[in-house]
């Protein structure tokens, strides 16, 4: 009988309900007791939702991010944030590493915020571990031990989930030149005492994910797992060994050699594989194998997947367990919202039928160990449902368009390239813009008011005519622009508030795209994004941003910045079609975006924003597949944004991504100013300037919005006067790090007038060292 698990469930609640929860926190409107009793409701709602399932995961829900929790139960603490610690409880403390400040936090109890990055090639973003020469561990069981009661006492059949000592410390960053596998001794009994107490605490099994064994190792890597699990194989509960988001390739055999009790392969993405790790795996081992995606929202083709899983069952026996391939973090919660919603923008039902969500993904994996065990014919109707969709799918002629086809086979080699070279046309913007030195901008989005979501959502639901909604729109455009001029910004932005998201508000006037009502998917602490459902080929009927934008523009004499999303990030932040590559539906993208560059540039719009927030998120995990990925994004972006003039400044911005090691395809780019995440690594991310010569300007973000923490003068002139000893200051721009949606107007003032004085003291010296 094949067993049937779930490698984790979306935490954030089927209406968002620990969004909520955490915002009234941190605003003092709710108490730490009401966030925990709410955090405690949506996990009891999780369990009930897998109940039927052999073994329900544990330990998956977060408060924010898996990771930040795997360091407390390690008791590994910043220093800064350890120092704290006589100052409210450790929830607070749990917070002030995820965004510097807890709910009652005063200036004298901010900290710098633990560093966040993109999760392995996902778009959620996790608190990076740090690491020092000094770092010591200590283990603090006590959530793990108390959500492991609660599934107990609720009849679950628990499944812990922990992170890997191994794959903790590839996720770290190691500061003072301390390597991170020196911690791995350190840490082993820590998991060992761990593993020992779960089992006290009645856990037969114990999941422990491991997916950097999907990525490449050395040597070391390769001996410190070896190390790790020759230690752990003492301890009693049986480990299953979980990889996912990948292949693995040189370390298949490493894998299946590991003395754990079970081994979690991707199915999804690894199919080539599991034929070798059924012969490989040794006769005492489980093998879970990862049949259905639990990171895109298609459903799966069951006769395929039996067709292929019935030799495997044949074979593995009892041995053998189905789960998603990957936690079910990454996809909505439920569908039967979308079935249930009464919005006028509810998906139809031949796409409702195309589609399967988390709850859906397990009644999937239910239905393959079912016809496993018991034969197709006790599923045959379910069978032939799923079929009947997947054929539907396949043929419709809404997804294939033979001209936007042709749009893509008739791509010229000009299309990527400028006029001129960057030192030619640098000189005739500048005469343009006239721009001093230390140029300020933001990146793009002023505060998402209340005001502003009520009017988005009265217009949705007709409860606005146009012209209401147009005059609003335009009232928050005003507002945006004039606070602007007061601070005095060289370069303004409209502000979008005609947006909802970066890359929802596109979608929704390109053909071939569709949207769920309900499809939010946690990207990180309390931030949460709906992707769009990207079901067939794209094209753009009229122009996306060229009436607001020049609206905007109407209204003050400096540069405006048309804003726009790049083809990139369109992709990376889209629920994608599987049914052809991902290259094709980005050269789709890539010209849509191109006809509106142009539309702007003709509208008079001379300072265009290409955001590629993304690019690095898809990055494949293996540095050997990089190139090929690189080779089409990089073409595509520059398909978008090289048909304009040579006075035409093209932007672009890209944030929380280690993008040091790709730097010079990111050169490729060309484009005039690139704007980058840099406050929360302290600009360490500009190191990798110090090695190549980055040939355009740039403006590495002086202060972190992801944070309510307002940055003083003096830290943003510093962190400047970092970046100038990598980079000349006539190509240094001073902005934010990212948009300011997420902030509220009495933060974002302050800090830009800060950052603002930071532009002119750093003028002000420039001229002095001049004349001197």
Not at 95 to 107: C, E, L, P
Not at 459 to 483: D, F, G, M, S
Request: hydrophobic share 40%.
């Amino acid at each position: 009988m094949a067993l049937i698990h779930n490698l984790g469930f979306p935490r954030i609640g089927a209406n968002r309900e620990l969004k909520f929860a955490q915002e009234a926190f941190w605003k003092g409107e709710q108490t730490a007791e009401q966030l925990l009793a709410r955090a405690q409701g949506i996990r009891q709602m999780n369990w009930q939702q897998q109940s039927a399932l052999d073994f329900v995961p544990v330990g998956d829900f977060s408060l924010y991010d898996q990771v930040l929790d795997m360091s407390f139960t390690l008791g590994h603490l910043p220093e800064r944030v350890a120092a704290l610690s006589h100052k409210g409880s450790e929830l607070d403390q749990y917070f002030r590493v995820a965004r510097g400040r807890s709910a009652h936090d005063t200036d004298c109890s901010c900290v710098h915020a633990g560093e966040m990055t993109k999760w392995f090639d996902t778009n959620y973003h996790y608190i990076v571990p740090e690491l020092s020469a000094e770092t010591r561990f200590s283990l603090n069981p006590e959530r793990l031990l108390s959500q492991l009661a609660e599934a107990q006492q609720q009849g679950i059949n628990a499944k812990p989930v922990i992170i890997g000592p191994v794959t903790y410390l590839w996720l770290s960053k190691s500061q003072e030149g301390s390597h991170r596998l020196d911690h791995l001794a350190q840490l082993l009994p820590l998991y060992s005492e761990l593993l020992e107490k779960l089992a006290e605490a009645g856990a037969e099994w114990v999941q422990i994910d491991e997916p950097a064994l999907v990525t490449e190792l050395d040597a070391d890597w390769k001996r410190a797992f070896e190390q790790a699990y020759h230690q752990l194989k003492a301890n009693r509960p049986k480990l299953l060994l979980a990889t996912y988001f990948g292949t693995l390739q040189d370390n298949l055999q490493l894998a299946c050699n590991l003395p754990v009790a079970g081994l979690h392969i991707d199915a999804v993405r690894g199919r080539a594989e599991v034929n070798t790790v059924v012969d490989w795996l040794p006769a005492h081992k489980v093998l879970s194998v990862g049949v259905v995606d639990g990171r895109n929202i298609w459903k799966t083709d069951l006769t395929r997947a039996l067709d292929w899983l019935e030799p495997i069952a044949d074979k593995l026996g009892e041995r053998l367990w189905l789960a998603p391939s990957c936690s079910l973090l990454h996809v909505p919660v439920d569908l039967d919202s979308e079935r249930q919603t009464n919005s006028l923008r509810a998906l139809d039902p031949e796409l409702l039928n195309w589609l399967a969500f988390a709850k859906q993904k397990l009644a999937e994996v239910q239905l393959l160990g079912r016809a496993i065990n018991e034969g197709r014919a006790s599923v045959a109707d379910a069978l032939a449902e799923n079929r009947a969709a997947i054929i539907s799918r396949r043929l419709s002629d809404r997804v294939h368009n033979s001209a936007v086809k042709a749009a893509v086979g008739g791509i010229l080699s000009s299309f990527g390239h400028r006029q001129s070279p960057y030192v030619e046309r640098i000189a005739k913007q500048a005469q343009h813009l006239k721009l001093p030195l230390y140029p300020t901008t933001t990146i793009g989005s002023f505060p998402q008011t209340a005001e502003i979501r009520k009017t988005r959502q009265a217009y949705k639901q007709h409860n606005l005519t146009e012209a209401e909604y147009r005059r609003n729109i335009q009232a928050e455009i005003e507002r945006a622009v004039l606070e602007q001029e007061k601070l005095g910004l060289d370069v303004l932005v409209h502000g979008e508030a005609e947006r909802n998201d970066m890359v929802e508000y596109f979608g929704e006037q390109l053909q071939g795209y569709a949207f769920s009502q309900f499809g939010w998917v946690q990207s990180y602490g309390s931030r949460c994004v709906k992707p769009p459902i990207l079901f067939g080929d794209i094209s753009r009927p009229k122009a996306m941003t060229v009436e607001w934008t020049t609206y905007a523009q109407s209204l003050t004499d400096k540069p405006m910045k048309g804003m726009l999303t790049g083809p990139v990030t369109i992709l990376n932040w889209s629920f994608v079609r599987d049914d052809q590559p991902r290259k094709e539906s980005c050269l789709q993208l890539a010209l849509a975006i191109r006809q509106e560059v142009l539309d702007l540039e003709a509208a008079g719009v001379n300072v265009i924003q290409i955001d590629e927030a993304a690019l690095r998120e898809g990055l494949p995990l293996r540095r050997a597949e990089w190139q090929q990925y690189l080779d089409w994004a990089i073409h595509c972006f520059r398909i978008s944004a090289n048909g304009v003039q040579d006075e035409t400044q093209i932007h672009t911005h890209m944030c929380y991504s280690e993008f040091n090691d790709i730097i010079e395809a990111i050169a490729q780019m060309d484009a005039d100013v690139i704007t980058i995440e840099t406050s929360r690594s302290n600009m360490e991310l500009l190191d990798v300037f110090e090695a190549f010569e980055y040939p355009n300007e740039i403006g590495p973000g002086v202060y972190d919005i992801h944070s309510p923490n307002i940055p003083t003068t003096a830290q943003m002139v510093n962190l400047m006067q970092q970046a100038a000893t990598r980079i000349p200051a006539q190509r240094l721009w001073v902005n934010p790090d990212c948009g300011l949606k997420t902030r509220q107007w009495e933060e974002v003032i302050p800090a830009l007038e800060n950052m603002i004085a930071a532009a002119q003291q750093l003028r002000a010296s420039a001229t002095a060292q001049a004349v001197a």
